[in-house]
């Protein structure tokens, strides 16, 4: 029996293909894949990626036995790092779906892509976008998602930005280069997340004007706003959203308004 082992975290592209190869090579029938205990998504998680993955090659099998095997070179298994950071178009076919379904590794996207202070912003505006979502009976998972997400551009410098709006978006240049990231955002989630969800990318394109028009646009536009991390006393946000999203998000986008107009008299 020749076993591969590794800690597919996620499995690749590369290492399914590795798998393949090798059995060609080696003039084998089967090879069976064992998924290393150690990794950032639980042993369980890994495993029914794995399964997913092989399922279509009746002559690779998954073993969970103690039998270690022969290790994935280490060249393939850098890439899974590059994969849950960020490069989901490296996962293996198959996986993709599962791991946008289940929510796996969006934490450590946001962390590997943020700044530590902006990563912990994204963090209090998932749990209150989730908060947000419960309170009116939808998908709260997704409005987690949204929160975690809809910073990861936000460190990008202004000529990265502008680079790319000018190629998809070039009306979207006449804003303040602090607004872009919400353009630069759903592109760059599409492209390396490969994540087509039209309700998150929407919520994010719309989270720092306010102009959105869907339920979960306002979700997290309000999230976004009176995330605790803040700072202020946001429970008449709170009451007001908890009667209806749009009233909460039109009452945040107005008191943004009054805020910035107030600060730029100072500065007159």
Known sequence: MR???CTFDP??????EYCLQYRKVNGIKDVFIRVDRNGVLPYQKRL??????IRPYRHIHLYTGNICGEEIPVSLKNEEEL?????????ARGSKALIHQNGYYYENIAKALCKPRRYEHSVSVAKTAYQLAKMHHLD????????LLHDITKKWDDEKGKELLAIYYPEGLQYDPKVWHSFTAPFFIQKYLCLHDHQTLNAIWHHTLGDGKSDYDAILYIADKIEPLRGYDASKEWEVSRISLQKGARYVLQKAKAYILKT?????
């Open 140 to 147: 709260a998972e997704s409005a987690y998602r949204m929160g």
């Open 264 to 268: 730029e008299g100072k500065n007159v």
């Open 48 to 53: 029914k990626l794995v399964e997913r993955c």
């Open 83 to 91: 994969a849950r950071n960020g490069c989901f178009y490296l996962c």
């Open 3 to 5: 076993i591969l082992h």
């Open 11 to 16: 499995i690749t592209q590369k290492e399914l």
